[in-house]
């Protein structure tokens, strides 16, 4: 029971929220004011109808009285004043009734300039409103999606990437130093000197391989005559080569920055 009674709660709420929509209101203001405007526009057109039917009477009774005068001049002239008289007070009593004819047709054309400038303004005012509601419904479209753009914006984490990403580098780092230091602690290790030990051998054993393998050739003592008389003609060329050896380029700048300084040595 009370689950179906805060659905009921909930239900009205949204109903009401859709009621009191900008975008329907307005849609519901502008058909009032349509509606309005077609019963002024009625109303209206019944007031110039009956000032119509007016004008109409009006006429009517001004050439019943031009008839009634001609048929009393016409009985004047046949000798019948009788008549005449009749015909004249006939006229009288119609021109009476013009007389209230004119007044209310007065007042009746009056009423319905009046009621044509009512309803010409209140079409401008609809016209004026109607431009209004387009406007205040496009602030209301632009309202939401701003709205909308703001509630994006606020749903955005970015800081959790980030924080992922420096995470990431941070490991990468750690496993980078662990590894340094495995290598490291290997290169100090006893199995690490044997490693280095035994490498020395090999490369021992490959030099005597080699020197055999010259012997055999016939290359090892002409190479170690050739390389002892290059010892002995640089030992005996050593003065004369630097001697005659030209001046480096760094020696030359030297000379010339003492001549600088001292002038007259």
């Known amino acids: 029971m009370r689950r179906f009674w805060r659905w009921l709660v909930g239900l009205f709420h949204r109903t009401m929220d859709k009621l009191e929509d900008p975008e329907m209101m307005l849609d519901q203001a502008r058909r009032d004011m349509q509606q309005a405007l077609t019963e002024n526009r009625e109303k209206a057109v019944q007031a110039i109808t009956q000032k119509n039917r007016l004008e109409n009477m009006l006429n009517d009774a001004r050439r019943k009285s031009q008839e009634l005068e001609s048929k009393a001049i016409m009985a004047l002239k046949q000798g019948n004043r009788e008549l005449a008289r009749s015909f004249v007070r006939e006229r009288a009593n119609n021109d009476a009734v013009i007389g209230q004819l004119d007044q209310s047709y007065a007042q009746a054309s009056a009423a319905v300039e009046s009621v044509k400038v009512a309803v010409k303004r209140q079409e401008e005012e609809v016209r004026r409103k ?136």
């Open 130 to 265: 109607t431009a209004e509601a387009l406007a205040m419904k496009a602030q209301w479209k632009q309202a939401q999606i701003q709205n909308s753009i703001t509630k994006a914006l606020e749903g955005l984490t970015f800081e959790n990437q980030f924080e992922s990403f420096g995470a990431a580098k941070e490991r990468i780092q750690n496993m980078q130093a662990e590894a340094a230091a495995r290598q490291e602690m290997f290169g100090t290790s006893i199995q690490g000197k044997i490693m280095d030990m035994e490498d020395k051998a090999l490369d021992y054993e490959a030099e005597e391989e080699l020197k055999k393998l010259e012997e055999r050739l016939g290359l090892g003592e002409s190479k170690t005559a050739t390389a002892d008389t290059q010892e002995v003609k640089v030992g005996q060329g050593d003065a004369t080569a630097a001697d005659m050896a030209p001046p480096s380029e760094i020696d030359q700048q030297l000379d010339e920055l003492e001549k600088r300084i001292n002038p007259g040595g």
